[in-house]
């Protein structure tokens, strides 16, 4: 078997997997919220309190920033409502702790995550 070099590419992208580097998340839009996140919910559904799953049409290890939709599940909820505890729903996310860059270069931080249901 040839030895490694350090110098071929090959070599450099194994290195930089096994320190992790590879794998960060794209740092665009800000950190967002992740898998298992808890956050509250605000609209006439029921729920009081929502788990993250993932965003809608993308990956669950993508983070859900501010202004996209996502999936959760209902973890508290009010009795006789339209949903119950364990159900999936989807929602949107309105405001978030997280902070979020905006295009003109200002963050964007809000005191509290909430969500908005859609349905």
Partial sequence: PRAW???TPFA???M???LGVRHKRPQGKGAGLQMKSRLACYDNSGAINLEV???VKLPAKHPVVMGRAFTGIVKKCRFGRKVVRKEIVKGLL???RAPTKRKD???GRSS???KAHRG
Avoid: F, K, V, W
């Fill in 5 to 7: 070099r350090l110098g």
């Fill in 12 to 14: 450099a992208n194994r």
């Fill in 16 to 18: 930089l997997t096994q």
């Fill in 53 to 55: 799953i993932g965003p």
């Fill in 94 to 96: 309105i405001t978030s």
């Fill in 105 to 107: 270069g200002s963050d």
């Fill in 112 to 114: 509290e995550t909430a």
